[in-house]
């Protein structure tokens, strides 16, 4: 550039001037909000804690200290009026009730999203507070109430597109199963299958295969039964569900056993008798223990 087009002192001097007032106003600008993106409140950063507190006690069984943990997380969305996390909350406290036992106290919390009056909760919320309702009804032996609350559940999951149908047909298939027709578990066991594997669901993969293989026992096609518990067995373990391992292993050992194979069926129930001690679960350790004896007494 030579003299004639380089800038005057004066020209540089406004130059300058100008960048500083661009900057002045970038900043005037962040300060008063104009630019800069929201910080979670305190009460969500509470709750965010609250939750995964609450999620590890569940996971390692600690059901009371969890309950403790939701019901704070709760108040915490109520406290910002935060209708869908309110909604993810109360239901995680109806299914802590539920591990504990407390079937009344488990409805009455669902029943505080499906009956709300004074609160819209989103339609997949709804859904997911239906399924909830449905299993309780279930571990009742109330099967109409419970087929009745799976429906809904899934019409709920329709309109919200919520991607839950699989497990609600797998939840369907099993009320058919306890209700013993095999004709309907396997129909719906198959279509929860089909949109599980779909969705690459390898949990509710597990399940639909499970209650396939129990129509399988129970119509003596043993080598298609055993198949699938195996290929279940194959999923629960990519996912570490010891519960679930060694409920594989004693359905593979009680569809030995009805096969008169008494010496392979005891081996399996001693490996979900290890699984379950290793897993500290005392129910799954007594029903292996019950399996096992009933060989070794014969």
């Known amino acids: 550039m030579n003299n004639k087009e380089r800038p005057n002192f004066k020209t540089r001097r406004l130059l300058v001037w100008a960048l500083l007032l661009i900057l002045l106003l970038a900043l005037a600008m962040e300060g008063c909000g104009g630019s800069k993106k929201p910080t979670p409140s305190g009460f969500y950063k509470k709750e965010a804690s609250l939750n995964k507190k609450a999620k590890e006690a569940y996971a390692n069984r600690r059901y009371n200290k969890a309950l403790v943990l939701y019901k704070e997380a709760l108040n915490a969305s109520r406290a ?3 209708i869908d996390l309110s909604a993810v909350n ?3 406290i109806a299914a802590t009730y539920r591990a504990l036992g407390q079937r009344d106290n488990a409805i009455r919390t669902v029943d505080e999203i499906l009956e709300a009056s004074h609160i819209k ?4 919320r709804l859904s997911e507070a239906a399924f909830i309702k449905a299993l309780l009804l279930k571990d009742a032996q109330d099967y109409t109430g419970a087929r009745k609350m799976a429906d809904k559940a899934m019409d709920f999951c329709l309109k919200a597109n919520c991607g839950a149908q699989g497990k609600i047909f797998n939840l369907k298939a099993r009320l058919a199963f306890l209700e013993r027709d095999l004709p ?8 929860g299958l089909k949109i599980n594997r779909a969705q690459k669901n390898e949990q509710e993969t597990a399940n639909s295969l499970r209650l396939i293989a129990d129509v399988k026992t129970e119509k003596a ?3 298609d039964a055993r198949a699938l518990y195996e290929e279940a067995l194959v999923h629960d373990k990519e996912l570490g569900l010891s519960k679930k391992i060694a409920l594989d292993l ?3 050992g009680v569809l030995l056993k009805k096969q008169g194979l ?3 069926a005891l081996k399996y129930f001693q490996r979900a008798y290890s699984v379950s001690l290793g897993g500290k679960d005392e129910a799954g ?3 292996a223990s019950e399996m096992i004896n009933s060989l070794q007494t014969k």
């Open 80 to 82: 910002v009026e935060d």
């Open 90 to 92: 109360l239901i995680n």
């Open 121 to 124: 909760y989103p339609v997949a």
């Open 184 to 191: 309907k578990t396997l129909a719906l066991g198959q279509t």
């Open 221 to 223: 096609e043993y080598a």
């Open 250 to 252: 004693r359905k593979i």
């Open 262 to 264: 008494s010496k392979e």
């Open 285 to 287: 350790v007594k029903l």
